[in-house]
């Protein structure tokens, strides 16, 4: 196909290599990720490695931030000695319930300490904080901040958290007046965002983070326990002399397994060859490997995913019952369902051999009125016991009879109204009188039916037959068969005579021919007007002739006029 | 060079959701404008007895080289409303005239690289066919039409999609 074409005018709608490039870019991003799984355990050592940084680090953060604590109420004087454990269980409490990290909590319980000096007030105040940041999306250390200023007598930075407060209330009001109705406006907001899906994963998040801590509490802890020091502050200068020390250890190694290897008959190093020291050490390698055996049977239970982190409350025994019960009523419907579904599946292979069916179904394809067609579909539906399809073709059906009995009535009643008109009934009764005379037969059927005669010899005839006792349609018949004759033998005369080859001659019209050489055939050859043969019959006697020729005249109403022109009748001898 | 219209498939989009008539009303206008430039192109065609006798229509021609019946290659020349498939450098037209017939299009272009060969030559003895158009838009049809319509055609396609953006920004309104 030619490319030969006129742009009249054009939009740009983006490049294909756009679209390309950027599904190459997204085949290499999965290519990468199926290699990043791949390659998961080759990484995970640096990623253990990474995890224990950030867990060292969490930890360290924690610990700061409790002790900072610890010391705003030791500060305060409201240190009795179980002040502190109560108020960290407090935040891990509110942590756990509302999945707001305690690196948030305790700064804004801190900060609430400080302002009010009283730890059952800021408990109050901190969780009107946790509704509000919920309620209104701010952080909570913005809302905490806030509270604080608002409870030292600053009401401004609560208008800018968009309470719904207005100006006159915050100025107006005393601040215990302003918690109540934020207490009303914010009730239950932390909650129900607890609750939610992003409370959910705040939760996990929370839990991953207190994992994260007491990783990294065990790792200083461990570091504390093998530098064999109280403090950390030795641990860095025992950490280098344990790195030498190792070193030195592993070359020791290297140079005795060397040494042992050239000792003939040993192939091979194995440290249970050392003796005293080489058993420690094998006993400590089978514990390791036991251990790390259990760890792998216990991969992927870790108390995130176990969800033991949630510490969730034991169910009732009501509950535990109502929880069987509904499991159980499950299990009665699922399998009350599947035989449904199997006496459907039975039904369904059954139909296919339903004899009665099937000869409904193949009735339904054929030529059939509608009253059969509802018939058969009723039958159909009861075959298939469907009882709303029973139902819609009992109703179709009764109107269908209704309807046809309808067209029956109608139909009678036409038939008792009228009644065929014979158009020679008056005439056959003047024609039986007699004593008319044949022109007056002529005119009367002219009159009666429009037919008239051109041709006397039909009209004689016509007459004849009437006058004879015939009926009308009878002698009309017998004149049409004259009439034909009579043209045709006209017609073979003026054939005859142009063809001059004539020895025949015709007597009277319609009485046959003479034929010089009778004992020869002679075959009539009669064509219409379009050249097409209507008769060809071979005959011997002049009897015969005849017939053929009445034949020929009969064929000539069938197929056509003869036509004006001799040439259209020939015969041969 | 053809029009840049920015939004015009959008337009179409959104025309036939929300306001079909205009949807219908628009390729109407377009063909407005397209037609005549058709209708003469498809008159600078030369008729069966005035082309190489050689080239002619024939019953058992031989070879590959395609015969130049009149009929056809009027036939093939035509138009076309409905946004194409986009290019290789993104764009989709709008509105197009096209000569799609292979002698028709031989036609067109023969002379534009070698004005000097034989069958050039020859093809111009015979007919009186002048390559209006320069580069790519020369040709003895439909390119001289195109450039005979003085961007006529062009004007009247812009401006009957604008008109449709207007009507539409009225209608839904």
Redesign the interface.
């Given at each position: 196909m030619s490319n030969i074409f006129i742009d009249i005018a054009a939009t740009f709608t983006g490049e294909k290599a756009f679209k390309k490039a950027s599904n190459s870019t997204d085949k290499l991003g999965k290519s990468v990720k199926s290699l990043a799984k791949t390659l998961g355990v080759g990484l995970s050592a640096a990623a253990v490695l990474s995890y224990a940084k950030a867990s060292v680090k969490a930890y360290a953060a924690d610990d700061n931030a409790a002790r900072s604590l610890g010391v705003t109420l030791k500060n305060l004087g409201l240190e009795t000695g179980n002040t502190s454990i109560y108020v960290n269980d407090l935040i891990a409490r509110l942590e756990k319930q509302t999945g707001v990290l305690d690196d948030e909590l305790r700064p804004a319980m801190d900060r609430l300490l400080r302002a009010t000096g009283s730890v059952t007030k800021s408990q109050d105040l901190l969780n009107l904080a946790l509704d509000i940041s919920a309620g209104t999306g701010k952080d909570l250390t913005s809302v905490s901040q806030a509270l604080q200023k608002a409870y030292l007598g600053n009401n401004v930075s609560l208008s800018k958290l968009g309470v719904g407060l207005s100006k006159v209330e915050l100025t107006s009001s005393s601040f215990e007046k302003i918690q109540k109705r934020l207490a009303i406006l914010f009730a239950g907001q932390a909650s129900t965002a607890a609750e939610s899906y992003a409370g959910q994963l705040n939760k996990l998040n929370v839990a991953s983070n207190n994992v994260k801590e007491a990783i990294g509490r065990g790792i200083v802890d461990a570091l504390v326990i093998l530098a064999d020091n109280n403090t950390v502050d030795n641990l860095a200068t025992d950490m280098e002399n344990l790195g030498v020390y190792t070193g030195d250890v592993i070359r020791g190694f290297g140079i005795m397994a060397a040494k042992i290897k050239e000792i003939p008959g040993i192939s091979g190093f194995d440290v249970g060859m050392i003796p005293v020291l080489g058993t420690y050490i094998k006993v400590l390698q089978e514990e390791g490997a036991k251990a790390r055996r259990i760890a792998d049977a216990l991969k992927g239970k870790n108390p995130i995913q176990s969800g033991t982190y949630l510490n969730k409350p034991k169910p009732t025994k009501t509950e535990l019952d109502a929880l069987a019960n509904a499991k159980k009523l499950a299990a009665q419907q699922a399998a009350q369902l599947k035989l449904q579904q199997a006496a459907t599946k039975i039904s369904a292979a059954a139909a296919k051999f339903d004899l009665n069916k099937i000869q409904i179904a193949a009735a339904l394809k054929g030529k059939i009125s509608d009253e059969d067609r509802q018939r058969l579909l009723l039958m159909q539906a009861i075959e298939n016991e469907n009882v709303d399809l029973i139902d819609k073709y009992t109703k179709s059906l009764a109107e269908a009879q209704a309807q046809t009995k309808q067209l029956q009535s109608v139909i009678d009643a036409s038939k008792a109204s009228f009644v065929w008109p014979d158009p020679f009934a008056s005439f056959k009764l003047q024609a039986e009188a007699a004593g008319t005379t044949v022109q007056a037969l002529v005119d009367k059927v002219k009159t009666l039916s429009g037919i008239s005669f051109d041709n006397s010899t039909v009209m004689t005839s016509f007459a004849q037959g009437m006058l004879n006792g015939m009926s009308a349609v009878d002698a009309l018949w017998g004149a049409r068969y004259t009439g034909q004759g009579e043209m045709y033998m006209a017609r073979l005369a003026a054939a005859s005579r142009a063809s001059n080859a004539d020895n025949f001659s015709f007597a009277t019209a319609g009485t046959g021919v003479a034929n010089p050489n009778m004992n020869t055939t002679t075959i009539i050859n009669l064509t219409n007007d379009f050249g097409s043969s209507i008769v060809t019959d071979p005959v011997a006697t002049a009897n015969q002739i005849n017939t053929a020729l009445q034949q020929a005249a009969n064929q000539v109403g069938t197929y056509g006029s003869l036509g004006s022109g001799s040439k259209s009748i020939s015969y041969t001898v | 060079m053809?029009?840049?219209?920015?939004?015009?498939?959008a337009l179409r989009k959104a025309l036939k959701t929300y306001t079909p008539d205009l949807a219908k009303q628009l390729p109407k206008e377009i063909a407005s404008f397209?037609k005549p430039v058709v209708k003469e192109a498809r008159g600078y065609l030369p008729d069966d007895g005035s082309i190489l006798s050689g080239w002619r229509d024939r019953p058992n021609g031989t070879g590959n080289f395609p015969t130049y019946s009149a009929t056809v290659a009027k036939r093939g020349i035509t138009y076309k409303t409905t946004?194409s498939k986009?290019n290789?450098?993104?764009?989709?037209?709008?509105?197009?005239?096209?000569?799609?017939?292979?002698a028709?299009?031989i036609y067109?272009?023969a002379g534009r690289k070698t004005p000097d060969s034989n069958f050039v030559r020859n093809l111009n003895g015979k007919v009186s066919g002048v390559i209006k158009g320069d580069g790519k838009?020369a040709?003895r049809a439909?390119?001289r039409a195109?450039e005979e319509n003085q961007g006529k055609?062009?004007a009247g396609?812009?401006k009957a999609?604008e008109k449709a953006n207007i009507d539409f920004k009225r209608a839904t309104q």
């Open positions: - | 053809p029009v840049e219209i920015k939004g015009a498939i397209l946004p986009p290789r450098r993104g764009f989709r037209s709008l509105a197009r005239i096209m000569n799609k017939s292979a028709g299009s067109e272009t838009m040709g439909m390119f195109f055609a062009t396609v812009v999609i």
